[in-house]
């Protein structure tokens, strides 16, 4: 039950008469551990998929089950705890807090769950910041970094929490292909290392190559499965 | 802390935004603190000058009042009526046993015409007096029937200019029919040969038929207010007589308040002169710039003739090569060089004020009553009759500290038995009780009561029962009987005489004004007890429209902040809703990691919380400042009505720790307000924001 569990899910979107389905009856299971890629054409569906995976909307139709919770039946409140405490994310833009250090970026979501000491989130933050290589510069802002050096402090601040399962759309689109393969090394690594669950979607055969396990989408169905 | 810090990062980044936002809440908060202590003192010196000047603390009256009182008048500028009561001893030695009375000074507010009479009038008057005297004065006679002859030559000739005007309004009425006819007779040669031996006949002519011609607009109105004088200077120790003496204890007699009397008595020129001169000096104008000032001094040389038919042809033929020399004319015509002489700018008025004053003012009529005078005054009495009383004009009295201020200074003071005669009340019917009480208490009444007054009093009932009974033929008069009430005039009242009897109103002057409200409450206890028929009311209510000035100061300043900080409230929402479109991306991304929507109101309520706080502290500390450092030095009062307000010629200004309180209050008012639709726009924004690819 530690997994994540789609069946059935359908997602349209409304766009005033018109419907657009951008999921149509899509079922799939995540383990623990896995290093999964999500791969298609653009508006195949792979932001979509993540964003139900994510908790931060919600399927038309059938069941997204996360942490062993039916999504669906949370309120939003529910849905908000849901994602601080099961879910990492990591933005294809960054997406990191500008008037925050690379510190108090990565400590943020600790802040927000209010339920571990000073000390204990001084050594999770430090932790991490280390893991991503960043401990040089802790005190610098987010428009002081370059685009990896930021993409680090977002795998950090998705790892910060201990979450089951770290999502990312897109994560090496904003970098060069050797800054976005640093990334890609620096997420197998963690995957290796902390045993967190990745799943990722991309554009580049690359990346795809170095998944194991890749989900291919188009117009809204999964269409291959390796 | 989180929220704190991300609160303070976001105004720090947001730099100059902050800081206009910032500019308003300081000038808002600066405002209210400044603007509240200037209308607090205010109150305070408004509150000082009529607590110390005529309402006292608290005002009685008769409880059936049909208006509500107005010490200076009400709105429509008007007294109202407020009934009387009937005695006053009784209440005032009721409501001295309340120990935070200090004094109960009786009052009667009214108003009365008086008419000097034009100048004719007053130099026949001096004319028919000079016949009298013995030695016969005959180069005063001659000069005195010189200036008559030349009065009488100045209405021929407004009676030609003005003929057709005349002939419409007054042609019907005999005296104008025969104007011409008997000003011809006034001017012939026969009339003035054999003057000095038909002066009784002539004079009478000359007043019958001249001068009523004159269209001199001579009558006064004049507000008064009856009391025991004595007692009202003892209460009100800002109390100060100007000119001449204060009322003789327990005398009949007439103060001017000295602004009346410079600003209604006074020769119309002088008068003008005297307010041109306090503006050049006070107010730094110039004849040159000021257009005010200009036609008054148009006004003046249009009003040449009031003061050149006032001067006797002998002083006019001194004054004439003096006025050539000043002017440097050739002129020889008086009238002219008057004309040329009243033309001042700002280069000759000084010396032109100084030569008024040497050598022109001593010829002229330079008040119309003059300190010392008896004139017979008419008053109005409640059925509607008029009466008149003759009374002696003491002195001028002012309230120091703002004394040039026309609201305080409106009222002259009259005793108060020539009040109750005016008021048309007859007391007479009580004298006879009273004469036996008076008996009774005059021992026991601190020994102020001397015997002699006592007897002086009862031996005068009967002079008093004769002129009340008379008024109505008194009603006429304009400077009649004079000698025939000169010695009800001399009388001497005792203080039971002053106190017993009919009042309007009554100030209550209090030991501690602190326990005004305390007071007002036993006052109104002990009139139920003892059935006084009184009502009361603060000095506040009583002053009348003046009294709630203060209350709509505050009013409109209330507006003034009430709309900066609408501004501000209004300015902070709109530069938070700015700041909520501009960081979708950022809330989306808090929300997406796990931020709940609680937590961005906390965010949003705190930073507008520290831009208020911060700022409205700014605010405050410089309201504050200026307010100690202005306020320890005063504020200068602009114009005399100022001085009213200020009750002296400078306002100190106090912080007033509720004013930081209620500035305090509105702050977070205005904090929590501007917040409210930001907040609520920024929790409806989707985590789903966060995961748009960006720019
Ligand atoms: N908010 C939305 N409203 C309407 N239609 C949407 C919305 N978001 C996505 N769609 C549509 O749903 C389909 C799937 O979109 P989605 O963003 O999931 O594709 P994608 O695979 O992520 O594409 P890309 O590679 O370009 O990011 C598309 O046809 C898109 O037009
Ligand atoms: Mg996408």
Known sequence: ????????????????????????????????????????????????????????????????????????????????????????????????????????NVEFPLLLMKDLSKEERRSRVMH????????????????????????????????????????????????????????????KEINRSEQTTFLFSTHDDNVIRQANRIIKLRDGVIVAES | ?????????????????????????????????????????????????????????????????????AVLGGSDGNLPDIGYLPDFKKVKTALLEIPNI?????????????????????????????????PRDDARLAALKEHVRMIVRDIERSQTENQDNL????????????????????????????????????????????????????????????????????????????????IPEGGRGFLFSDFVYENQVKHRVARRLDQIKKQIDKEKLTLKSSKDLQDKVKANIAQAAEVYSQIEPPAAATLLPRLQQLLGSKSSKFPELVSEFLAMDDTNFPTRYTFFYDQIAP????????????????????????????????????????ESSPLAGALNVMDMVSFRKLFGILTAERRSETESLDAEMGLGDVGRDDIEAMF???????????????????????????????????????????????FMNASVVLKDPSRLDATLEEIRAKNDEKKLGLQAADWRDSAGI????????????????????????????????????????????????????????????????????????????????????????????????????FSGDRLYLQVNIMHIAIVSLCMTIVALVSTQYPAWRAMKISPLEAMQSSE
């Open chain 1, 1 to 104: 039950m530690d997994n994540i569990q789609l069946s059935n899910v359908v997602k349209e979107y409304h766009l005033g008469k018109v419907t657009v389905p951008a999921l149509k009856n899509v079922s799939l299971s995540i383990d623990r551990g896995e290093f999964t890629v999500i791969a298609g054409p653009s508006g195949s569906g792979k932001t979509t998929l993540l964003n139900l995976i994510g908790c931060v909307d919600v399927a038309s139709s059938g069941d997204v089950v996360v942490g062993g919770s039916n999504t669906a039946q949370l309120t939003e409140r529910e849905l908000t705890d849901l994602r601080l405490h099961k879910i990492g994310f990591i933005f294809q833009s960054f997406n990191l807090i500008p008037v925050l250090n690379v510190y108090d």
């Open chain 1, 128 to 187: 991490f910041i280390e893991k991503v290589g960043l401990q040089d510069h802790m005190k610098h802002r987010p428009n002081e970094l370059s685009g990896g050096q930021r993409q680090r402090v977002a795998i950090a601040r998705a790892l910060v929490t201990k979450p089951r399962i770290v999502l990312a759309d897109e994560p090496t689109a904003n970098l060069d292909s050797v800054t976005g393969q640093s990334i890609i090394d620096l997420m």
């Open chain 2, 1 to 69: 802390m989180l929220l704190w810090k991300l609160a303070f990062r976001n105004l720090f980044v947001h730099r100059l935004k902050t800081l206009v936002t910032g500019l308003i809440i300081v000038f808002g908060t600066t405002l209210a603190i400044v603007g509240n202590s200037v209308v607090d003192a205010i109150s305070g010196g408004m509150q000082k000058s009529l607590t110390n000047s005529l309402t006292g603390d608290i005002q009685v009256y008769a409880a059936d009042a049909k208006e509500k009182i």
């Open chain 2, 102 to 134: 200090k004094a109960v000074i009786p009052m009667g507010i009214s108003f009365a015409m008086l008419n000097p009479g034009n100048l004719l009038d007053l130099k026949l008057e001096e004319l028919r007096a000079s016949y009298k005297k013995t």
């Open chain 2, 167 to 246: 002939g419409g309004v007054f042609g019907g009425e005999k005296l104008f029919k025969d104007a011409g006819e008997n000003i011809a007779k006034a001017l012939d040669q026969s009339f003035w040969n054999d003057f000095d031996r038909h002066s009784d006949a002539r004079l009478e002519f000359l007043a019958n038929k001249m001068a009523p011609l004159i269209f001199d607009d001579n009558q006064l109105y004049l507000s008064y207010f009856g009391t025991v004088p004595e007692l009202f200077e003892e209460a009100f120790p800002q109390f100060e007589v100007v000119k001449g003496t204060m």
């Open chain 2, 363 to 402: 010829q002229l009529i330079l008040y119309k009553v003059k300190v010392g005078d008896t004139f017979a005054i008419t008053g109005f009495t409640k059925s509607g009759y008029s009466s008149s009383v003759n009374m002696k004009v003491y002195g001028t009295y002012r309230f120091r500290s703002f």
């Open chain 2, 456 to 502: 002086g009093a009862a031996t005068e009932s009967t002079s008093e029962t004769r002129v009340t009974s008379n008024l109505q033929s008194l009603t006429q008069g304009r400077f009649g009987q004079v000698d025939s009430e000169r010695r009800d005039l001399d009388t001497k009242y005792s203080r039971s005489d002053m106190e017993d009897g009919v």
């Open chain 2, 546 to 645: 003046v009294g709630q000035l203060t209350v709509m100061v505050r009013g409109v300043l209330y507006l003034f902040v009430f709309v900066i900080f609408s501004v501000a409230t209004f300015i902070i929402m709109n530069s938070m809703l700015m700041a909520t479109l501009e960081r979708r991306r950022e809330i989306g991304t808090m929300r997406a990691i796990g931020a709940q929507r609680s937590f961005l109101l906390g965010l949003f309520l705190r930073e507008t919380f520290v831009l208020s706080f911060v700022f409205g502290l700014v605010g405050t500390l410089i309201g504050v400042g200026i307010v100690l450092a202005v306020g320890a030095r005063g504020i200068p009062a602009m114009g005399d009505v100022a001085t009213f307000f």
